[in-house]
């Protein structure tokens, strides 16, 4: 297990509004590490943060030891740090090879025959997604034709296929169903055996402790703390992630100011 | 997630593809047999008028080919998600950019021509650049752009021919080899039907078969998403916007040294029906989604119905009827194929 990422004493301000204050944490290879926290906690700021979308105010990251200033989300992308977001935006019209191959095409032929090689994209697409344990019925299909857990686990293999080695995936299973949100949280243990470095972004502290190895927990803006997966149950969790305000103690101080 | 429920079973799933996979077919088939029940209406209404006799087949196969020159590219940029409104004043002024050297300053033909592309890459590019810059829709943008074409044109026009027409173009184009390409037959065939053809072989190759066309399906589908995946996505809408601007120059050009002389007025509304031929071929008014060869055929359904109603001697202002009748039913299957295709979405 090598250090991919290091962030030391991380920060960034909106105007007045700090988002982020003093964050210092690592992100190893072959780890899953759950990135969890209420609402404005700050997780969506530092994932944007590691993945080049914004630049930090204050600190600094290490990128495999060495310091590294990303411009944009390409230049995190050619370090081998790739983003998979919650809503998939792709065409659900196209298809589910031309969605793999996207911005990657593989071409073949010469200068004004040069022209790209589908069935060498639908090879890959097919193999890929077999080897994460998916049986494409057609990669010709339309995307559409997908679930939603299929298609989160489409843009998980894509980006693994083309030399992600630290993924961030943000809130990949908020929208699914059990079954979906299984098949692709396997595909995230997967990811991990290969080698990968995985950032977990979630709500649901069930699915963070099915795969997580440890956690790394937000609170307003700050670290709240780092837990091993042994070190904590669900039950600690939810309470770790909510703070001091638990959700019965919501609704009592709700009740509270209610009758007065 | 409606989808949830019956997905234990393999069968489901199966029987919802095969459904697809009609659907995916029939959305170029629509303005394929649409073609062919317009062909076969006036065949049988206006056959022996005319519209079946050799002259008659060429006269609505170069209002097809003239239209589907500008709908090709029109239909490329809204496969990647944008509009240009300023086609039809791009005509003009491409028309003028070509006929006012050659006539008023005795520049030859090809360098005319030459200017009047180089004038569209410019205006493309502009465009492109507009929109990428501002984020602002390109309905707006190249409305702006279609208001002030057009009025710099007339301005120009006016101010160097102090006219707002500029005829006699024909007697200095004579021989001149770039302006060849754009008059006359090839083997009987009008070269404006060549045009369309190659260029609608084109359009489809670099739409199927090259990592250009991939990426316009990207960005039309979804800009953001397409970036994160390394699509150069500015680089791909200026390209497209350059592509509208030289297909208009290619019109002026061949409508110019064929008729021999420019007019400010020239190509109004080309813009709309050039969107209404790419939109009946089956494109998608929001992006990622349509075919150059549809649109041919969307063309050809244009250059028949406007040709044929002439044959029947029907009077012509019912062509307009039909024309927006026809662009209401296409919207309608359009939409149709796009809500079943993203159903499992809901």
Same mark, same amino acid.
């Given at each position: ?86 809503? +998939?935006? @792709?065409?659900?019209?196209?298809? !589910?090879? $031309?969605?793999?191959?996207?911005? /990657? #095409?593989?071409?073949? %032929? ?65 929208? +699914?169903? @059990?079954?979906?949100?299984?098949? !692709?949280? $396997?595909?995230?243990?997967?990811? /991990? #055996?290969?080698?990968? %470095? ?63 | ?346």
């Amino acid at each position: 297990m090598d250090v991919l990422v290091e962030a030391r004493r991380l920060g960034r301000r909106f105007g007045k509004v700090i988002a982020l204050r003093e964050v210092s944490l690592t992100i190893s290879s072959a780890e899953v590490v759950g990135l969890l926290g209420d609402n404005g906690a700050g997780k969506s700021t530092l994932i944007k943060i590691l993945s080049g979308v914004l630049r930090p105010s204050e600190g600094m990251l290490l990128w495999e030891g060495r310091e590294a200033r990303f411009e944009s989300p390409r230049d995190a992308l050619d370090r081998g740090i790739a983003t998979v977001h919650q809503h +998939l935006a @792709v065409q659900p019209l196209l298809s !589910v090879a $031309r969605n793999f191959i996207l911005g /990657r #095409e593989p071409e073949r %032929g010469w200068g004004p025959f040069r022209r790209l090689d589908m069935r060498r994209a639908r090879a890959i697409t097919e193999a890929e997604m077999a080897r994460m344990g998916i049986d494409l019925r057609d990669p010709a299909q339309p995307l559409g034709t997908m679930s939603g857990g299929e298609r989160q686990c489409l843009a998980i293999a894509r980006a693994l296929y083309f030399g992600a080695r630290l993924l961030i995936l943000d809130e990949p299973t908020s929208a +699914l169903g @059990v079954k979906q949100a299984a098949l !692709v949280l $396997r595909f995230i243990r997967q990811a /991990r #055996e290969e080698g990968v %470095g995985v950032v977990l972004v979630t709500h649901n502290v069930h699915h963070a402790h099915a795969v997580a190895d440890r956690y790394i927990i937000l609170e307003r803006g700050r670290l709240r703390g780092t837990f091993q997966r042994a070190e904590v149950g669900t039950g600690e969790l939810l309470d770790l992630m909510a703070g001091a305000s638990t959700l019965e103690a919501e609704l009592a101080g709700r009740a509270r100011s209610d009758s007065t | 997630m409606s989808r949830e429920f019956g997905n234990s079973g393999a069968d489901e799933r199966v029987r919802h593809i095969s459904l697809f996979r009609r659907l995916m077919s029939r959305s170029e088939l629509g303005a394929v047999s649409g073609a062919v029940l317009v062909f076969a209406f006036f065949s049988i209404v206006a056959g022996d008028q005319g519209f079946l006799s050799f002259p008659g087949i060429l006269s609505w196969m170069e209002v097809s080919a003239q239209l589907g020159i500008l709908a090709g590219a029109a239909a490329l940029l809204m496969i990647g998600g944008e509009f240009d409104l300023s086609i039809g004043s791009m005509i003009a002024a491409a028309g003028m950019a070509i006929a006012i050297p050659i006539v008023e300053f005795g520049w030859p033909p090809w360098a005319a021509i030459l200017l009047a592309f180089v004038l569209a890459l410019a205006i493309g590019y502009a465009n492109g650049t507009i929109v990428n810059r501002t984020g602002l829709p390109s309905f707006i943008v190249t409305l702006a752009g279609l208001f002030i074409l057009r009025g710099a044109t007339i301005g120009f026009t006016r101010l160097i021919t102090g006219r707002t027409q500029v005829p006699g173009v024909k007697r200095f184009t004579e021989g001149d080899p770039v302006a060849q390409l754009f008059t006359g037959n090839m083997h009987g065939i009008p070269v404006s039907v060549c045009w369309w053809l190659a260029l609608a072989a084109a359009a489809t190759w670099l739409l199927l078969r090259t990592r250009f066309g991939n990426w316009v399906f990207g960005v039309g589908g979804d800009s953001d998403s397409a970036r994160n995946m390394g699509v150069p996505v500015e680089r791909v809408r200026i390209l497209l916007f350059m592509g509208t601007a030289v297909a208009a120059t290619i019109f002026a050009a061949l409508q110019v040294l064929d008729f021999g002389s420019a007019d400010v007025n020239r190509g109004q509304l080309k813009e709309f029906e050039a969107i209404i031929a790419a939109v009946i071929g089956g494109c998608l008014l929001t992006g990622g989604y349509g075919s150059a060869i549809g649109t041919v055929f969307g063309a050809l359904i244009f250059g028949m119905a406007q040709q044929g109603i002439f044959f029947t001697g029907v009077n012509t202002d019912w062509f307009k009827v039909f024309l927006g009748g026809t662009l209401l039913v296409a919207v309608m299957f359009n939409n149709y194929v796009y809500r079943r295709a993203t159903r499992s979405e809901d």
